[in-house]
């Protein structure tokens, strides 16, 4: 017929699209589970970790691949295939498997719920990094975005759960707004969706009547809604409230997964579409990334509760990140690509810190919990409880150490790594500002990493008598975590060779 | 044979390794045997390096043997590298050889200490720390082992730490040390910047052709002098070295006689090019603090009344006379002495060890005399090594001191009358010692109430270990001079030897007055050597004349007494005042900033309220501003 002669399927790279297949998958064997009486308990978990870890396996398989192919776009330029993403869809993978693993254990019931939703969020997370067009990365976004609403508000025993589900739902629906009216004033400048598209129009319309104003307040917009998502201040409020009063483990998932996909999601958009208006955005990135540097640090320090504290934490190391995009702004340095790299590098590196300190964190509180069930209403997450767990069990807490340490970014760990690119290719760019504003914001946080520290090893634990029967108990997938979570963050600290090596590629976008 | 070079320092380092792990269980003797064992083999091993590098045509003797690459970062590239060159195997023969015979020593004088085993780990580190650092390629490996003898030096000394004295000295040797170090490390880190490398080779080629400029050469040369004058105890940094005497007597020996002390004048000699293109002034400061070095020295001793003080000054002294030897630019006469007076010094500490052994660890020689009846053969031995140090030929130290004083009346007759002034002080103060131990009448029948013994107390002689290796170095002490007499050029061996390594910087006095009339010197020489034997024992074995030793000498002019007030007084002071500033000025300016974000924080705490409408303002707010801004930039560019 007609139409079937005009119509041109895309091609479709059925094993470049293999990791969101696994992911799918996997969702769709636990909802059919719904269907089934309850399965044995572990096994929901198992499905999820299962399904993210083949995810994760081909992800690896594909960054492998694209050594000696050049980055391309899927299903009629959808999707971007580059290591870019690939290493982003890769720590998004890391973190589903072990968030299954923290989850497996935690005090919410064994729901197949719970482990769907990981999935669908990891399948949105994948999108958003990978997407080369505005409105697929809309779906990504809206995707995560759902599903965390629901996991922050899946403990239905604890109202502050709730409170948080709600809280991030309304302003989420705010921050989604503006996006799409961003997404809608770039579409009505430029007349195309997609990423690189826009990039090349915006590049070639030398002699076409620019519209400058309308374009950037869609490029303000989008700032705006990409900024919500990863937490940048001023529009941080959410954070540490729905940081603290979602299930821990939660908390951990939304901090590495739902930054990795915000974080690169943006870093693309602005790389590759709106090179052009680098002279427009950089001073707007530059300024979200001091407020978001000295704000989150500051007030992280003044905070009494863990989880409080690891928000703002979360907070500053966006900061963090922002620095190395400001430096991907300095289109014509050479330096630029460095930026890229030094901002994803961060991201994923944090991705697996937060996890790790977040499960560590749901250990203590978990164990709180169960010694002072009477006194209701006290937080089980506040400074005092971790008083004395090195004394109680001291191989838990030299881990949880060295996470923490790692997160202020002391040498030899991941952590280190992560501020030391970021802050040479601030360096590099000549953004000497930024660069030693970061590193005051470092020292001012790591006051806050110090108090946790010095709370475990040297306070006296609230009970009284240090007994090992009042250790916390930790589980078996809860220690394998931990363990991956320290063995990543050492060897990558001490041997970052293959992160170093791999750099340069990843700034490489397909376009 | 010379490939293997690296087994001279890692047979040490495996005995140490060893007596680290099982020390305690293979426990007394055994553990000195081994000690001993691997030093000794450590020995033979560098004699089959020193025959092979002698079957070699003289300039193919420099072998560098690279272990692994050390540091590399960018231009930064290090080899961890052995280099055997005759300097090298020189002083390695002699460390590992003196090192052997001390070890053997050791285990005779060490006998039922609680740290027995500890002690000989000690030793062991201390030669592989030693080796290392002749043996190095460049400054770093040299540093190392610099850094190694050091820390085996301070544990030495301090070894029987519970005596509060020993405790004192040991910090003291480090910290005057640290002193010394910093310039070894300024030194390398103006060579790598003015070359590029740390290796002795690209160092000094580049000082000989001139690829740098003779400020940084001068810089060089005078930072590592600084470093010399540390670990070789010279003016102004010699007041460590008497006090070192706290140790066990084998270590005085080992450590603070023949070897590690030397390590600056083979430094010196090492980057002998670089010296001899600096400035005019940096070899005259070196020979001019040498000779004062050894004069100063040799008027302390003669005025000291504990056996192993006076050697520790004549130790001094006798450094200074390398020291003048290498700025007048008689290389080969410095290692020449060196070498001798390894020997002699080695063989009289261990022969003041055995007296002291003897006597029930009694160091006082006023408590002493006529003990060469009770000990007849650390007697003959001791007498052996008072004949080399004092000049008396055919003995070991008549030639090589004879072989600087040579240079340096070439060089400047002033430093020659100093010189001069201080061998006949030697010459005075050794032999008022033998006579006050050996000699005159005995004065420890006194002393047996003091120590509780029951009445019979009798000094006795020392065990067969500890008198083999005072055999031993006296024999050499006799015929060591054979290495380079003075009669005919046939007869330097050991400056045909060195010649690769030294013939860019050694002087040549050929044509000088001094080189034709070498005889008349000689003889000078000889004279001074009986003037100052006559004259000691003329106070003190015939005591014609009343013997002078004011307090001054005896408390070694107050220098050290000034030092220590100094550094307790006002230097504490300027230190209490650093603190003082650290502490409220510093710490106040970083308290201040954390109390102001403490502060900052509060208040921006109130604005996250935990209303959602608030949140959303915020939000709202932020867009504004952000929109404000792109509009603003949008409407400029159209």
């Known amino acids: ?511 | 044979m010379v490939d293997f070079v690296w087994l001279v320092p890692f047979l040490p380092l495996i005995g140490g390794v060893v007596l680290m792990v099982f020390g305690s269980r293979i426990g007394e003797p055994r553990a000195g045997w081994l000690a001993t064992l691997v030093t000794a083999t450590s020995f033979l091993v560098t004699v089959a390096v020193y025959f092979d590098l002698l079957g070699m045509p003289s300039e193919e003797r420099s072998h560098v043997v690279t272990l692994f690459q050390w540091i590399p970062v960018g231009a930064l590239q290090i080899d961890f590298a052995l280099l055997a060159d005759p300097l090298s195997i020189t002083m390695a023969l002699f460390v590992t050889g003196i090192g052997s015979l001390i070890h053997l020593y050791a285990i005779g004088y060490m006998h039922g200490d609680p740290k027995f085993s500890k002690f000989f780990l000690y030793l062991n580190l201390f030669v592989f720390s030693m080796l290392m650092l002749v043996l190095g390629e460049n400054l770093l490996v040299t540093f190392l082992g610099w850094e190694g003898v050091g820390a085996c030096s301070y544990f030495l000394i301090s070894f029987w730490h519970t005596r509060n004295s020993a405790a004192v000295a040991g910090k003291k040797a480090f910290v005057t040390n640290r002193i010394g170090d910093w310039g070894v490390m300024t030194a390398m880190f103006v060579a790598f910047s003015a070359v590029g490398s740390v290796s002795y080779k690209a160092i000094n080629d580049a000082a000989h052709e001139g690829a740098m400029s003779q400020t940084a050469i001068s810089a060089i040369a005078i930072l590592l002098f600084v470093g010399a004058c540390g670990k070789s105890a010279q003016l102004p940094l010699y007041f460590w070295l008497p006090d070192a005497m706290e140790g066990p007597t084998p270590v005085s020996a080992l450590i603070h006689a023949a070897t590690m002390v030397t390590a600056g004048v083979f430094l010196m000699t090492r980057v002998g090019p670089v010296l001899a293109e600096s400035y005019g002034w940096v070899p005259d400061t070196i020979a001019i603090v040498g000779a004062a070095t050894a004069l100063f020295a040799a008027s302390i001793a003669v005025a000291q009344h504990d056996i192993k003080r006076v050697l520790a000054y004549s130790t001094v002294s006798q450094l200074g006379f390398m020291f003048l030897a290498i700025g007048s630019g008689a290389y080969v006469a410095a290692i020449f002495h060196m070498v001798t007076h390894a020997f002699f010094k080695a063989l009289l500490f261990l022969g003041s060890g055995s007296v002291i052994h003897g006597m029930h660890h009694e160091q006082d020689m006023r408590k002493m005399g006529a003990l060469r009846t009770a000990m007849p053969v650390t007697a003959f031995t001791f007498i052996i090594g008072w004949l080399a140090i004092a000049g008396v030929p055919p003995f070991a130290g008549f030639w090589s001191k004879d072989e600087i004083l040579l240079y340096v009346y070439a060089d400047n007759r002033l430093l020659y009358a100093i010189g001069m002034l201080a061998a006949l002080l030697t010459a005075y103060y050794m032999t008022r010692q033998v006579i006050m131990v050996f000699f005159g009448e005995a004065r420890w029948h006194d002393a047996a109430s003091e120590h509780g013994a029951h009445g019979d107390f009798r000094p006795h002689e020392s065990p067969k270990v500890m008198l083999i290796p005072l055999m031993v170095l006296a024999v050499l002490s006799v015929v060591g001079g054979a290495m380079q007499l003075p009669f005919s050029k046939d007869l330097h061996f050991l400056e045909h030897w060195l010649e690769p390594v030294v013939e860019e910087a050694e002087r040549s006095i050929s044509g000088t007055w001094a080189y034709d009339n070498k005889y008349v010197l000689l003889l000078a020489a000889i004279v001074v050597a009986a003037a100052g034997i006559a004259l000691a024992l003329a106070v003190y074995a015939r005591r014609r004349l009343p013997a002078i030793e004011p307090k001054a000498l005896e408390n070694a002019w107050w220098y050290d007494a000034t030092v220590a007030r100094l550094v307790g007084g006002p230097g504490a002071a300027t230190f209490r005042g650093i603190t003082r500033f650290d502490s409220q000025v510093v710490d106040g300016a970083v308290n201040g900033a954390a109390a102001l974000a403490r502060g900052v924080g509060s208040q921006v705490r109130r604005s996250q309220s935990g209303f959602v409408r608030a949140y959303a303002v915020i939000l709202s707010l932020g867009t504004v501003v952000l929109l404000a801004w792109f509009v603003w930039r949008g409407w400029l560019a159209s």
């Open chain 1, 1 to 511: 017929m007609d139409i079937a002669g005009d119509f041109l399927p895309p091609t479709i790279e059925w094993f470049a699209l293999s990791p969101y297949i696994a992911l799918v998958a996997g969702a769709l064997i636990l909802l059919l589970g719904s269907l089934t009486p309850q399965w044995p308990r572990g096994w929901y978990g198992l499905v999820s970790a299962t399904s993210a870890g083949v995810a994760g396996v081909l992800s690896v398989l594909q960054f492998a691949n694209l050594a000696d192919e050049l980055p391309r776009t899927l299903v009629k330029g959808a999707l971007a295939h580059d290591r870019f993403g690939l290493l982003a869809l890769i720590a998004i993978c890391v973190a589903v498997v072990f968030t299954s693993m923290t989850t497996v254990d935690a005090d919410t019931s064994d729901s197949l719920e719970h482990f769907a939703l990981l999935l669908t969020a990891a399948l949105g997370a994948a999108i958003m990094v990978t997407a080369n067009d505005l409105v697929v990365s809309f779906l990504g976004i809206e995707t995560l975005s759902l599903s965390l609403y629901v996991l922050a508000a899946s403990d239905r025993r604890r109202s502050a759960s709730q409170e948080a589900g709600l809280k991030y739902f309304i302003l989420g629906g705010f921050a989604s707004a503006f996006l799409l009216y961003g997404i809608a004033l770039v579409y009505g400048t430029t007349g195309q969706t997609s990423i690189s598209g826009i990039g090349s129009t915006l590049a070639g319309e030398v002699s076409v009547p620019r519209n400058d104003a309308m374009l950037l307040a869609g490029v303000a917009l989008l700032l705006v809604g990409f900024g919500f998502k990863v937490s940048l201040v001023p529009f941080h409020s959410w954070t540490p409230d729905v940081y603290h009063g979602a299930p821990t483990h939660v908390t951990g998932f939304m901090a590495s997964l739902g930054k990795v996909a915000a974080i690169v999601a943006l870093v693309r958009l602005f790389v590759v579409a709106f090179p052009t208006r680098a002279d427009d955005w950089r001073p707007a990135v530059f300024a979200l990334a001091v407020l978001t540097l000295l704000v989150g640090s500051v007030l992280a320090i003044v905070q009494r509760d863990v989880k409080r504290m690891l928000a703002y934490s979360s907070i500053s190391h966006a900061g963090f990140m922002m620095v190395g995009l400001e430096a991907a702004g300095r289109i014509g340095s050479s330096s630029a690509s460095d930026g890229v790299s030094s901002a994803l590098v961060y991201v994923v590196l944090y991705s697996v810190l937060a996890v790790g300190s977040f499960a560590a964190v749901s250990v203590v509180s978990q164990h709180a919990s169960d010694v002072t069930s009477t006194s209701e209403g006290q937080s089980t997450t506040s400074l005092d409880a971790f008083n004395g767990v090195a004394k109680t069990n001291p191989v838990f807490a030299l881990g949880f150490t060295v996470l923490l340490l790692a997160q202020a970014g002391v040498p030899l760990t991941s952590g280190f790594v992560a501020k030391f690119g970021v802050i040479r290719a601030a360096v590099s760019t000549e953004s000497y500002v930024l660069a030693v504003l970061a590193m005051v914001s470092a020292v001012i946080a790591a006051y806050l990493y110090l108090r946790i520290m010095v709370s475990m090893w040297l306070s006296v634990p609230a009970s009284g008598e240090a007994t090992s029967a009042l250790a916390p108990k930790l589980s078996l997938p809860l220690r394998v975590t931990l363990v991956s979570a320290v063995a990543i963050t050492l060897v990558l600290g001490v041997l970052p060779t293959w992160l170093l090596d791999v750099s340069d590629s990843l700034a490489l976008f397909a376009r």
